[in-house]
């Protein structure tokens, strides 16, 4: 099993960018699926991009397409979240997760991240 943890969240003006990054235990790293999702107060958990395990496939949500960029390094066992463009409106705690089937909404996933709060002045 896979163990996450992310790191490289903070507070950014609105304009601004930021990078996620998310570093796997592991030695399947390359097997699992990756995503990162966030979760704003009052809000329900969304999936905002995924990756497969070789990096050819990538989903986008509408609310970032063209902001964020998910990329990995399976040699570093790591997943990453290059945020562009920050509104407001991304304020969230982001998560990554990892699975080896899908991360489709209401799938049990394999592993979850701790989490970390990105806030977007305006």
């Known amino acids: 099993q896979v163990q996450l943890v992310e790191s490289g969240g903070g507070l950014v003006q609105a304009g601004g960018s930021l990078r996620l990054s998310c570093a796997a235990s592991?030695?399947?790293?390359?097997?699992?699926?990756m995503g990162w999702f966030r979760q704003a107060p009052g809000k329900e958990r969304e999936l905002l991009a995924a990756?497969?395990?070789?990096?050819?496939?990538?989903y986008y949500a509408d609310s970032v397409k063209g902001r964020f960029t998910i990329s990995r390094d399976n040699a570093k066992n790591t997943v990453y979240l290059q945020m562009n463009s920050l509104k407001p409106e991304d304020t969230a705690v982001y998560y990554c997760?990892?699975?080896?089937?899908?991360?489709?909404?209401?799938?049990?996933?394999?592993?979850w991240g701790q989490g970390t709060l990105v806030t977007v002045s305006s």
């Open positions: 592991g030695r399947t790293f390359s097997m699992y699926i």
């Open positions: 997760a990892a699975d080896r089937v899908t991360l489709r909404p209401g799938k049990t996933l394999d592993a």
């Open positions: 990756l497969s395990g070789s990096g050819a496939s990538t």
